[in-house]
């Protein structure tokens, strides 16, 4: 079965809303890509939902590898982009066509996904210029948390949102095929998504982009430590896992569990030879 392509999604642009969603394994990726899911993005947000690290930054080029491949193990269809962690392409142009390369070369990606706007734009453009795609991440950059004052909404003073339109410009300039925004007023991602000829992926950035990313563990309700305002929230798979794993715990502490259709047989026969 083919992949979707990057000019497939290109194609959307203002026409049917792309859906797209983090993947790290087989099951997060199967499910999703199941049940209509387009785009696959293997998030250095594993660093936290699957890791357990207080921030993205700890996250290494081989664990995301190790990410990647599974996810492209579990889907057939979705376009998968590799996120490129910290690290891995601020140190120059010629570390990042490496490591982007190893996304597609090593990890099953058709693309990566780099944080970061005018200050990357070189860096971006070389990697696009190396034959990898790249999906551009701009707004709130968790990479950059720290240099940003927090985890906060980005673009709602007018210097901050002209940087944003600056970001915007020089990603297009450097030839991403689409752009990431996040936690961006709702009417600025607007703005941008007019003004740019390509798609817009949004999260926490309003109804009016392109296309709709989130986390995996945040929308099936696996993540209980923290959520984003922008979050909705499709089901409760902590209470319910736990609910499941608290069942067995008493099966088997009450000797319930394994019961006889849970074990298997041998013969009378044999039994008896076993005893002489
Ligand atoms: O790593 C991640 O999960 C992200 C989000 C913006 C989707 O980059």
């Known amino acids: 079965m083919a992949r979707i392509t990057i000019p497939e999604i290109q194609a959307r642009k203002g026409q049917e809303p792309i859906v797209a969603l983090t993947a790290y394994d087989v099951v997060s990726a199967k499910l999703a890509e199941e049940a209509g899911v387009e785009l696959l993005l293997v998030g250095d947000s594993a660093a936290m939902v699957v890791l357990g690290h207080e921030d993205t930054l700890p996250i290494t080029m081989e664990e995301m590898l190790v990410f990647a491949r599974a996810v492209a193990r579990g889907s057939e269809k979705a376009l998968i982009v590799g996120d490129m962690p910290f690290l891995s392409y601020q140190t120059g142009p010629g570390e990042a066509i490496f490591n982007a390369g190893r996304f597609l070369k090593e990890g099953g990606c058709q693309a990566v996904k780099i944080e970061g706007g005018e200050e990357v734009a070189q860096i971006v453009e070389a990697v696009v210029k190396a034959g990898i795609p790249v999906l551009g991440h701009i707004g709130l950059t968790p990479q950059r948390a720290s240099a940003l004052g927090g985890y906060k909404v980005q673009g709602r003073d007018l210097e901050s949102a002209r940087k944003l339109w600056r970001d915007a410009e020089a990603l297009v300039e450097a030839g991403v095929f689409a752009l990431l925004l996040e936690c961006v007023p709702a009417e600025l991602a607007q ?52 609910r499941a794993v608290e069942a067995y715990v008493r099966d088997v502490k009450e000797r319930d569990f394994p019961g006889p259709e849970e074990s298997f047989k041998i013969s009378p026969e044999v039994l008896k030879d076993l005893d002489r």
């Open 191 to 242: 703005k941008i998504t007019q003004k740019v000829p390509i798609p817009t992926l949004g999260i926490g950035a309003g109804p009016h982009t392109d296309g709709q990313i989130l986390v995996f563990h945040d929308v099936v309700g696996l993540w209980p430590r923290f959520r984003p305002k922008f979050v909705r929230t499709y089901a409760q798979l902590a209470s319910e896992i736990r």
